[in-house]
């Protein structure tokens, strides 16, 4: 599977709900890292972490919250993802950012539009 192909599934096994699908594409030692002030985010290491820490937290302030990659772009090892992001009361777009070893995501940072998350999750509130 090339880099591209590894980081669809990564998209496609998110946006299924398949949490062990999404945690074996990553390496054990996974470096997960979430910019910004957000109720989940920080720097997580490993997949079992990202899940528990941040992806299970996302669903308590955005509603409908779905991210869809519009453009995949790739260097040596490390491969781009401009996305459109969206759920209740947010419609943006962002990029994120993955570092490939082996096969497998090494790293993730998500470099989205926090202010713009953080209103969202106020006004459903």
């Given at each position: 599977?090339?880099?591209?192909?590894?980081?669809?599934?990564?998209?496609?096994?998110?946006?299924?709900?398949?949490?062990?699908?999404?945690?074996?594409l990553h390496t054990s030692?996974?470096?997960?890292?979430y910019l910004g002030n957000?109720?989940?985010?920080?720097?997580?290491?490993?997949?079992?972490?990202?899940?528990?820490?941040?992806?299970?937290?996302?669903?308590?302030?955005?509603?409908?919250?779905?991210?869809?990659?519009?453009?995949?772009?790739?260097?040596?090892?490390?491969?781009?993802?401009?996305?459109?992001?969206?759920?209740?009361?947010?419609?943006?777009?962002a990029m994120h950012m993955?570092?490939?070893?082996?096969?497998?995501?090494?790293?993730?940072?998500?470099?989205?539009?926090?202010?713009?998350?953080?209103?969202?999750?106020?006004?459903?509130?």
């Open positions: 599977m090339s880099n591209i192909q590894l980081i669809e599934k990564v998209y496609e096994t998110f946006s299924a709900g398949d949490m062990d699908g999404w945690a074996s030692d996974f470096e997960f890292k957000l109720p989940f985010s920080g720097t997580f290491v490993g997949p079992q972490n990202a899940i528990n820490e941040c992806f299970s937290n996302i669903p308590k302030y955005l509603e409908n919250f779905l991210v869809t990659p519009m453009r995949i772009f790739e260097c040596e090892d490390t491969v781009f993802v401009h996305i459109h992001m969206t759920a209740t009361n947010l419609d943006t777009e993955f570092v490939v070893n082996e096969g497998r995501v090494k790293k993730f940072q998500g470099f989205d539009n926090t202010g713009l998350m953080t209103k969202a999750f106020i006004n459903n509130n």
